[in-house]
């Protein structure tokens, strides 16, 4: 038999030490009790608990003081803070020492419930799978797909070699990252490696930026300065989004490009210039050249040699590689463990499509990193397209079960009510949500016999007819207790409807509560309050 959860209660009101000793022995859990902070801090060393609840007004020691230290003592220390005093300081302070959650007085107690079984559930999950927090910590391109692996070859092969080398590919694919990898593997390696965007510098600054300039070449110009070229010598300059320069400009690159020599703006000495020049473009420059945009002689004379860089819905199989590592940078730049992603989450994010490519995937792994509280990163924890657009992007497979294997639910016994679908489902005809696998078919039909008692009626696709809707309300006003209508109504709806949606998806929460556009920490509280 598995060993209870172990939860501090720190709270100097006896009323609240008492009744959360009470539920909790009752629920399952072992329970310590602590009325000062002080205390509490000796009961944390010798207890030992998995979860720690925490009030922040107390004597001697309030209880911001006491989070500090059990998460200096603990860095993966679960702990819910509590107050009557719920304003924005004492809350952001809580969030920023590592609070879990925050609980405001008076509180319901089952709420309170879900969201200890919750934290434990992500604290069991995050034990139960080590290995995913073992990550590289080294720079660069990373990924072991077939695409990628030819693009290791390529630049193997041109980096000992001197010449120029455009590397093509979408916004957000990692086209410097080749650059700094054909860089630092050639003879270069020890000069100055300099980058420019082409896009981000204005056509009258481009010349300057590129070559320099004298004193008093401008307005402003108090001081000679060297550009990029001079910069960058002996080593390598990496012109990104060279599609976007001006015609005037890619003339003078041209020039420079075969005589090695630059002239600073506003002088007249010729300077040269030892500089391997990478380029980098997402537009198709063969199409800008038919267009007049890019000179067809600059085109030929930067690519020398051509590495297309593939868009990252092209290698899903490096996602969860990539997923890791920006995971293991995240932690380093912060000093903290490592999160770990759920296998449902990792499906998800191997599902989606990426249009931003590997720079989106940082953005939304940095994203879920710095908001979630839980040592494992959940489904529902990541980005709302990243949870509607999923299902959608592709048929690979994907498991969905509970984290560490167990469902989030209090221990009184609630059993999770999902199943494993062998691939991911499609999306809904209009409105994004997730559909069992065979796909708007095996949907009701569009009107469809809603029973109320002994009565039929029919209910049109756009919602339920007034008639229906009116009897509903009429008969639930005649035999509703005073103060009790609203609150009985809304429950009967809503679990009819929690009730059917599961149905419709065999049980499977994260289909059932995307379906219904809520969390899935949601509906786990609504199966618990219903008992379905």
Known sequence: MAQAAKILVVDDEPSVRWAFEKTLKKAGYEVALAETGTKGLALFESFQ???????????????LQVLERVRGMRSDAQVIVMTAYSDMDTTVAAMKLGAYDFLTKPFNIDECLLLIARGLAARRAAADLPAQTAVSTTGGLKGNSPPMQEVYKLIGRVSAEDVTVLV??????????????????SNRSAKPFWAINCTAITESLMESELFGYEKGAFTGAVAAKPGVFELAQ???????????????MQAQLLRVLEERQIVRVGGNKRIKVDVRIIAATN???????????????????????????????QRREDIPLL????????????????????????????????????????????????????????????????????????GLPARSPEPGGEPLARPTGLAAAGSSPDVLPKPGPATGAVLPPGGPAELPPATTPVVIGAAETVAPAGGLPEDLVGALV??????????????HLMDQVEKELL??????????????????????????????????
Not at 234 to 248: A, H, P
Not at 354 to 375: A, H, M, S, Y
């Open 168 to 185: 093509t590919g979408e916004s957000g694919s990692g086209k410097e990252l080749v650059a700094q990898a054909i860089h630092y593997n």
């Open 283 to 313: 537009k198709d420059l063969r199409k800008a050249i038919q267009e007049g945009r890019v000179r067809e002689d600059l085109y030929h004379r930067i690519k020398v040699i051509e590495i297309r860089l593939p868009p990252l819905r």
């Open 323 to 394: 997923a890791r590592y920006f995971i293991g940078q995240y932690a380093n730049q912060k000093k903290t463990v490592p999160k770990v992603l759920s296998e449902e989450a990792m499906a998800c994010l191997v599902a989606y499509n990426w249009p931003g490519n590997v720079r989106e995937l940082k953005n939304v792994i940095d994203q879920v990193c710095t908001l979630t509280r839980d040592q494992i990163i959940l489904v529902d924890h990541l980005p709302p397209e990243i949870r509607r657009g999923a299902p959608a992007s592709t």
């Open 49 to 63: 608990p998995d979860l720690t609840l925490l009030d922040i007004r107390m004597p001697e020691m309030d209880g």
């Open 499 to 532: 009730r059917q949606a599961l149905a419709l998806f065999k049980g499977n929460q994260v289909q059932t509560a995307n379906f219904l556009g809520i969390t899935r920490n949601t509906l786990r509280a609504k199966i618990e309050k219903y008992e379905l």
């Open 234 to 248: 002996g080593g390598t300059l990496f012109l990104d989004e060279i599609g976007d320069m001006s015609l005037e």
């Open 474 to 487: 009429a008969r639930e006003i005649k035999a509703g207790r005073a103060g009790e209508v609203y609150e």
